[in-house]
């Protein structure tokens, strides 16, 4: 198939950027979209030109690095996958797809659609572990059971990728869905009682130094979460700030 | 007499670990805060290492080509990790585990090293449980277990068919820990492009700041290199796009002695290419397996007119098809190993019996687990005289039930339903067993430099089960290294900081800066992609599933002309002061051009099959085994470790015997 694609260039962060538009042809509905932009790099290349710098790594939904917002939507429009997912046969012949970063200030460009995510990152080390040596001298692994419920439960908001997806479908930007997913991971394990209160007042203190904006319950970051992360996390991490707000 | 000293304690094999910890010299904990060590790579070995020597006091720097240390691609492992915690009470030990893993490996492991990382495996689990992970439990409460591939218990823990990312995110979160106490300093979109030698020991290294391409100096009294397996060598596989060689080529270059560079696990069940365009690989569980047929027409012309699109697979009767595992291994069927799963497909390809366009596909089949499971259902759902239709749904949904994710994994990339038609499925490039060559206490054939995790080349032999290349990762890591490294750094506690402004780091980085520039020269017309995917078809098809002399020495004199023709004519856009992911690959492919020519010289010199590495030439001449792999214990009872002399060609052999004292050595036979 034959597409127009109109891609957001940036040389580098203090850089201005824009939209430009590049033809390509010979697209097969079995490539992922990030083998598309393969072959516009690999013909760019071949014209001297620059390639389109993008985030990529596992190409197979888990690493959480690609992060293009395609036509307005975080990874495109299919549902439950990561962009490196995505299958050209999602778009027809002669369409046109429009191809930005992941937009927040939180979210600077690296360059063109590659933007610095480290925010994340420094969210998670606010808090986001339990302070256990690893020496390995701990508890026998069986000594605490844990109701089932509880560690799927658990596992589900534990399997979040820190694409940033929720943050660049989020009108105001907010990190609520990828800070309560870690907040509720150790708030439903008994491992991670002791330090629950201490641990989301620093998260959220990180996550608003951070500049991300404030949760207006759109739900939007669920609606395009690639791992279905829930609501129902956000609603989580709420009542545990409020009980740690009261304690503290 | 060989010169690898691999430093095994004395004393019976249940007992060296302890004993080796108890004579090991310590660092005191005022006298580690003067000490710093570099980690690169931030896996499973490298996350959990750098979280351990930080909190035992040292200074961590660790080093990653990623955004963030959480995106190693340890993240993508599926399955599970194995530990003998016999949970299950089904016999488990040590000792079992140990057993099975150097079994599995064909006979290619060091003992003692295996034996320590079964000793560790349970305390693995412990110290993940206490970080939060949260493993798949039972309804009681208690951990839960699967059975994986190779052996007879249960002792496989998981977290869903994603317990590498919560191994991985257990490891990232301990390293925030201590990022946050400021122990570790993490520098993320860095790459690690040579080690620096101060008098014969690793003391640093040079890195380029991916971001702003700054080339960049870093210090330390001792290296770690976690940086993962070489399966890109292949350019396709299931490794990440970035995965690469270079930082353990860089230290083979610089002395570092290089393990059993042939050894690669190639695994049966991957989704096959579809097309020249096709980037990467996908894994599809081993687990399918235990209901999954695999088959192939019987007759070339059906698997012609399959491929043409003008036959349906479900169109052919069971008299027309050819269960080709099942005929040729009727005792394990299509639960025989990985590698002898892989060949079988291979060999039913190359004679013209696959089955996607490409010619190399087989079919994997649910339909007959459908209709088992249908029938088991109905009859304990009481439902009596069931249509077809029911059984098929009721038995689809069992099949939904147990590897849900998969099909549609499989659905949203191949855009077929295999719950109506069989899938398609050939073996890819997954893990490599051979890596840089450590002792007993990981470390190089560098003084100073350790290598951890699929980087080096320990614990799995000439294959590697399924669910031990987490174990490992974490075993060296959180277990192992903060020991072992400790005896070396204790001779370290007067040296006070290591300078970068010496001669050699100076010479160190001008010949970074130089080949970089070089790189950036070439005044032909081809991207690196071309040489890559070169490359990867010339170790495909002759260092591949079956190799033979011949092919293995056309590969070493084509390998070296390509590497030549690259080095001319290669052409990188962008400048080397800002960020250029294309520069970045260049100075990847250019060491797997390197690594590849010795991959070939290693498999040329093992004229043996063993593990996942089958040679033409030995193969078993006669009996009930006729055909199959013929491992060599007289002749190849040993760890080749590489001296670079040069050329990749030219590279010295070192032989490690493998002394076998608590296993008796037996031929695999799956017949």
Redesign the interface.
């Known amino acids: 198939m034959k597409l127009t694609l109109k891609i957001w260039r940036q ?2 962060a203090s850089a201005k950027g824009s939209m430009q538009t590049y033809p390509i042809d010979g697209v ?5 979209f ?3 932009l ?2 516009l790099n ?1 013909n ?3 014209k ?4 389109v ?1 993008f ?11 690609c992060s293009l917002q395609i036509n307005g939507e975080p990874h495109g429009p ?1 549902r439950l ?1 990561t962009t490196c ?1 995505l ?1 050209m ?1 999602m778009f027809n012949d002669g369409d046109t797809i429009v191809i930005e970063p992941f937009r927040a200030k939180a979210f600077p460009v ?2 063109d659609l ?1 933007v ?3 925010s ?2 420094r969210i ?13 001298n ?5 000594a ?5 419920h509880d ?2 439960t ?2 589900e908001a ?2 979040c ?2 694409c940033g997806a929720c943050v660049a479908a989020c009108k105001n930007a907010s990190a609520m869905l990828f800070t309560s997913a870690k907040v509720s ?2 708030a439903l ?1 008994p ?2 009682q002791v330090e629950a209160a201490t641990r989301v007042l620093n998260m959220v203190e990180q996550m608003d130094k951070e500049g991300f904006g404030n949760c207006t319950n759109t739900g939007a970051c669920e609606v395009e979460c690639p791992k279905g992360i829930s609501l129902e996390n956000i609603a989580r991490m709420n009542r545990e700030y409020l009980s740690a707000s009261i304690k503290g | 007499m060989s010169i690898l000293d691999s430093k095994i304690p004395e004393g019976p094999l249940a007992d060296k670990w302890t004993n080796h910890k108890n004579k090991i010299d310590l660092v005191n904990p005022a006298n580690k805060r003067n000490i710093d060590v570099i980690v690169v790579g931030t896996g499973l070995a490298g996350g959990s290492a750098a979280a351990t020597l930080a909190e035992l006091g040292y200074n961590v720097k660790t080093f990653c080509y990623q955004d963030s240390p959480r995106r190693a691609h340890s993240i993508a492992a599926q399955g599970g990790i194995n530990a003998a915690k016999n949970y299950q009470g089904d016999g488990d030990s040590n000792y079992r585990l140990f057993y099975d893993t150097v079994k599995g490996g064909d006979y290619r492991s060091r003992e003692a090293n295996v034996y320590r990382l079964a000793e560790v495996s349970g305390n693995i689990i412990d110290q993940c449980v206490a970080q939060g992970v949260p493993f798949a439990r039972e309804y009681g409460g208690l951990l839960d277990n699967r059975s994986f591939g190779g052996v007879l218990v249960s002792r496989t823990f998981y977290a869903k068919g994603q317990t590498g990312q919560q191994l991985l995110l257990g490891a990232y979160s301990a390293m925030n820990r201590q990022i946050n106490r400021g122990k570790i300093k993490p520098y993320n979109r860095h790459e690690m492009l040579d080690i620096v030698k101060v008098d014969g020991k690793a003391r640093g290294i040079i890195a380029r700041d991916l971001v702003t391409g700054a080339i960049e100096r870093h210090s330390a009294h001792a290296v770690v290199l976690a940086t993962g397996g070489y399966g890109n060598v292949f350019f396709l596989s299931t490794n990440a796009m970035g995965s690469n060689v270079t930082a353990a080529w860089r230290a083979h270059r610089r002395g570092a002695y290089f393990a059993n560079p042939c050894y690669t696990q190639i695994h049966p069940t991957c989704i096959p290419v579809s097309g020249d365009h096709q980037s990467k690989l996908t894994l599809m569980s081993e687990s399918l397996r235990n209901d999954g047929r695999i088959w192939v027409p019987k007759k070339l012309e059906d698997a012609q007119a399959i491929r043409e699109g003008k036959k349906k697979p479900t169109e052919l009767s069971e008299e027309e098809r050819d269960y080709y595992l099942e005929r040729r291994y009727p005792a394990f069927g299509n639960l025989v190993p990985r590698d002898v799963a892989s060949r079988a497909a291979k060999e039913r390809c190359d004679a013209g019996f696959g089955v996607n366009k490409t010619g190399e596909a087989v079919y994997l089949d649910f339909a007959a687990a459908i209709q088992r499971y249908g029938k088991e259902t109905a009859l304990t759902e009481h439902i009596s005289n069931p249509s077809e239709e029911e059984i098929k749904k009721l038995g689809a949904a069992v099949i939904e039930n147990k590897y849900g994710n998969l099909f549609q994994m499989y659905q949203k990339i191949v855009d077929e339903n295999p719950y109506e038609t069989p899938m398609m499925i050939y073996p890819a490039v997954h893990y490599t067993m051979g890596g840089l060559w450590v002792d007993y206490n990981l470390q190089t054939t560098i003084e100073g430099c350790y290598a951890a995790g699929e980087a080096n080349f320990s614990d799995h032999g000439a294959n590697r089960l399924g669910a031990s290349a987490l174990m490992q990762g974490l075993a060296d890591g959180y277990f192992v290294l903060p020991y072992t490294i400790g005896d070396y750094l204790s001779n370290d506690i007067r040296t006070g900081e290591i300078s970068t402004e010496t001669p050699e780091f100076d010479q160190a980085e001008k010949e970074v800066t130089e080949r970089i520039q070089k790189l950036m020269g070439g005044a032909g017309n081809h991207s690196v992609d071309y040489y890559h995917k070169k490359l990867g078809k010339i170790m495909w098809n002759k260092c591949g599933m079956s190799r033979n002399a011949q092919g293995l020495s056309e590969a070493i004199d084509e390998i070296a002309a390509l590497r030549k023709d690259f080095w001319e004519n290669v052409k990188i856009p962008g400048t080397i002061n800002s960020m250029n992911p294309e520069l970045e690959k260049a100075g990847r492919v250019a060491d797997f051009l390197e690594l590849g020519e010795l991959f070939a010289k290693d498999a040329l010199d093992r004229n043996e099959s063993c593990g996942g590495h089958f040679r033409e030439e030995s193969v078993e001449q006669s009996g009930e085994q006729k055909g199959e792999a013929l491992r060599d214990d007289e002749n190849f009872k040993y760890v080749s470790a590489w001296e670079y002399k040069g050329e990749p060609k030219d590279a010295q052999l070192h032989k490690e015997e493998l002394i076998f004292k608590n296993i008796e050595l037996k031929t695999r036979s799956y017949k």
């Open positions: 040389e580098n097969e509905g079995d490539m992922s990030l083998e598309m393969d072959v690999e760019l290349i071949n001297g030109d620059d390639p710098v985030d990529h790594d596992c190409r197979e939904g888990i690493c959480g690095a299919d996958i997912q299958h046969r690296v360059k590659m610095d995510r480290s994340f990152d998670q080390q606010a808090g986001g572990y339990v302070s256990v040596n690893t020496s390995g701990t508890i026998d692994a069986n605490i059971p844990i109701n089932k560690a799927d658990s596992f534990a399997a990728i820190g991971q150790f394990l491992q991670g």
